[in-house]
T-cell receptor
Framework: EAGVTQFPSHSVIEKGQTVTLRCDPI?????LYWYRRVMGKEIKFLLH????????ESGMPNNRFLAERTGGTYSTLKVQPAELEDSGVYFC???????????FGQGTRLTVV | KNEVEQSPQNLTAQEGEFITINCSYS?????LHWLQQHPGGGIVSLFM???GKKKHGRLIATINIQEKHSSLHITASHPRDSAVYIC????????????FGKGTKLSVKP
C-alpha cells in the first residue's frame, strides 16, 4: 500500500511567485493534515481536513495560503504570492480517524529566494 | 516559553545504552504523540497515547497526565536509532491541531 506522497519533494521559487504543493493521502484516510517547519523552529500545525471539509484551519498563517481538498481525496496547498519567510518544509499527514496515529509524507522543501 | 518542551536537545549515547527523552507540556491535551524523523526527513509516528504506557519493540513511551510529562525510552540502543525524536501534543478540544516540541537529536555511536 502506498504511503502518504507529496509533490514536489523540492521547490525553489522567486519571491512573488505562486507555488502549489500536493499531498496524496493513504486511500481511505478521511483525515488529512498540513504542517510546516520553518528553519530553526519547531513544526507548526496549519490545518486539518475531514474529507473535503476544513475541520480546523487555525494554523494558516495568512490569506496568502489556500488549501483545498476537492472530492476528499488529494489536497493542495497554494502559496500566492510567496514570501521569503514561507521557506521551510511542508509536511502532510493522514489518518483514518483523529484517534489513530497519522502517517506522514516525506515533506516538500520550499525555498523562496 | 514553548507550550511543549523537550529535553535534552541533543543526546549522544554508546550502542547498548538505555536512553530517556523527556517531554513536558503546559496546555490541556487529549493525546500525545512521539514521532521519529530520520536524516532523510521523513517522519514516522511511534506512539500516540493519552494515559499510561505503551511499548513497541525496544521503545517504551509513558505519560503522566497530572504532571503533564511524558518520556520516551529506548532500551539497548543501536546506531540505527539515531534520529530526531519529536514530542507533539493534541490540544484539548481539537483533533489534529498538534503542538510540536523542537525535537531531541539522538546520535548512537557504535
Amino acid at each position: 500500500e502506498a504511503g502518504v506522497t507529496q509533490f514536489p519533494s523540492h521547490s525553489v521559487i522567486e519571491k512573488g511567485q505562486t507555488v502549489t504543493l500536493r499531498c496524496d493521502p493513504i486511500s481511505g484516510h478521511d483525515n488529512l493534515y498540513w504542517y510546516r517547519r520553518v528553519m530553526g523552529k519547531e513544526i507548526k500545525f496549519l490545518l486539518h481536513f475531514v474529507k473535503e471539509s476544513k475541520q480546523d484551519e487555525s494554523g494558516m498563517p495568512n490569506n496568502r495560503f489556500l488549501a483545498e481538498r476537492t472530492g476528499g481525496t488529494y489536497s493542495t496547498l497554494k502559496v500566492q504570492p510567496a514570501e521569503l519567510e514561507d521557506s521551510g518544509v511542508y509536511f502532510c499527514a493522514s489518518s483514518p480517524a483523529p484517534q489513530v496515529n497519522p502517517d506522514f509524507g516525506q515533506g516538500t522543501r520550499l525555498t523562496v529566494v | 516559553k514553548n507550550e511543549v518542551e523537550q529535553s535534552p536537545q541533543n543526546l549522544t549515547a554508546q550502542e547498548g545504552e538505555f536512553i530517556t527523552i523527556n517531554c513536558s507540556y503546559s496546555v490541556g491535551i487529549s493525546a500525545l504523540h512521539w514521532l521519529q524523523q530520520h536524516p532523510g526527513g521523513g517522519i514516522v509516528s511511534l506512539f500516540m497515547l493519552s494515559s499510561g504506557k505503551k511499548k513497541h519493540g525496544r521503545l517504551i513511551a509513558t505519560i503522566n497526565i497530572q504532571e503533564k510529562h511524558s518520556s520516551l525510552h529506548i532500551t539497548a540502543s543501536h546506531p540505527r536509532d539515531s534520529a530526531v525524536y519529536i514530542c507533539a501534543v493534541v490540544r484539548g478540544g481539537s483533533q489534529g491541531n498538534l503542538i510540536f516540541g523542537k525535537g531531541t537529536k539522538l546520535s548512537v555511536k557504535p
